[in-house]
């Protein structure tokens, strides 16, 4: 089983990002996906996640309403699309999925994402 993930970049503050986690070697039905992220010298921490079977969605109160959580089955996909990003926002970003919190059965490798001000 493979999660990989691309998309980080540097952009300005206010700018956006598209993030993609493209997956392999199984079906997820009834698992969540998700995002999270770690900055320097800090704790990885939850960003987002989205059912494959339902795309339910939850976010950490610190990107709602900037950062929307998305899939494509046929592709076996999903994506991270952030906008309105913020110097706060860097950080790696990870994508992994599981079946229950949190969500840690398998994990792909980070993609950085750099704000600057």
């Known amino acids: 089983v493979q999660l990989q993930a691309s998309g980080g970049g540097l952009v300005q503050a206010g700018g956006s990002l598209r993030l993609s986690c493209a997956t392999s070697?199984?079906?997820?039905?009834?698992?969540?996906l998700a995002w999270f992220r770690q900055a320097p010298g800090k704790e990885r921490e939850f960003v987002a996640a989205i059912t494959w079977n339902l795309g339910t969605t939850s976010y950490a109160d610190s990107v709602k309403g900037r950062f929307t959580i998305s899939r494509d089955n046929a592709k076996k996909t999903f994506y991270l699309d952030m906008n309105s990003l913020k110097p706060d926002d860097t950080a790696v970003y990870y994508c992994?999925?599981?079946?229950?919190?949190?969500?840690?059965?398998?994990w792909g490798q980070g993609t950085q994402v750099t704000v600057s001000s």
């Open positions: 070697g199984r079906t997820f039905t009834n698992y969540r």
């Open positions: 992994a999925a599981g079946t229950h919190w949190p969500y840690d059965r398998y």
